[in-house]
């Protein structure tokens, strides 16, 4: 858990499919309401990776308006976004980003749909029946798979990105029509001379998050 990070810079080398098969039977271990184990999985590599980032890349520089399958936030506030907006900066001071330069932002952002350079990706999905409760699942399933692959010295950034062009997605994969898509990663080994690897985001302390009940 405390080595655990979300990569952003990736080596090209693939992951051995023995390895992301013991990363896969690792994380379906996790525990779901009523044992449903909602999430499926459509994992790429090698030259399926690169028609899946040419699918979706030029959709996503276009500007084209997002839609997801799950409502996005509809605000970060207060604390939220004070969290979100830390961790931002940490990753734009780190590439030497200045603040306030929205171009440079978005190019950084758009390298969500380059994958980070990884040589996988991973879309999750869920059943439409479950709602959101398929979807805490995957949320769950998503967690152990992360701390799988760490265990095996493989790194993932999980991306609610790769579900903001959700018919793009489905419709590249064949996916169904009673399928949601939740999430997607990528993943692969990490390239760590890169400076969008260099930072850590804070974690709040327990005192802001958890309350005790003794009487």
Not at 143 to 167: E, K
Not at 175 to 183: G, K, L, N, P, Q
Request: charged share 20%; with cysteine; hydrophobic share 40%.
């Amino acid at each position: 858990m405390a080595a655990r990070f979300s990569c952003r810079a990736f080596k090209p080398d693939p992951v051995p499919r023995e390895i992301l098969e013991r990363i896969l039977t690792a994380a379906q271990k996790t525990a779901s309401w009523c044992n449903s184990q909602p999430w499926q999985l459509v994992i790429t590599s090698g030259e399926a990776t690169k028609k899946f980032r040419d699918a979706l890349y030029p959709v996503a520089a276009s500007g084209a308006p997002m839609s997801g399958d799950f409502e996005f936030p509809r605000e970060y506030r207060g604390v939220y976004l004070d969290r979100r907006r830390e961790s931002g900066f940490q990753l734009y001071n780190t590439l030497g980003i200045e603040r306030g330069d929205k171009a440079g932002y978005a190019k950084q952002a758009l390298e969500n749909f380059n994958f980070f350079g990884a040589p996988h990706a991973a879309i999750i999905t869920t059943d439409e029946a479950l709602g959101v409760y398929g979807a805490v699942d995957c949320g769950g399933y998503l967690t152990s798979f992360m701390l799988a692959a760490q265990a095996l010295g493989v790194a993932v950034v999980p991306q609610a990105a790769l579900a903001f062009h959700a018919s793009v997605v489905r419709k590249h994969f064949g996916i169904a029509d009673d399928r949601r898509i939740v999430c997607g990663m990528s993943f692969g080994y990490t390239d760590r001379d890169h400076k969008a690897n260099s930072y850590r985001t804070n974690r709040a302390a327990l005192g802001e998050v958890v309350t005790f009940v003794d009487k």
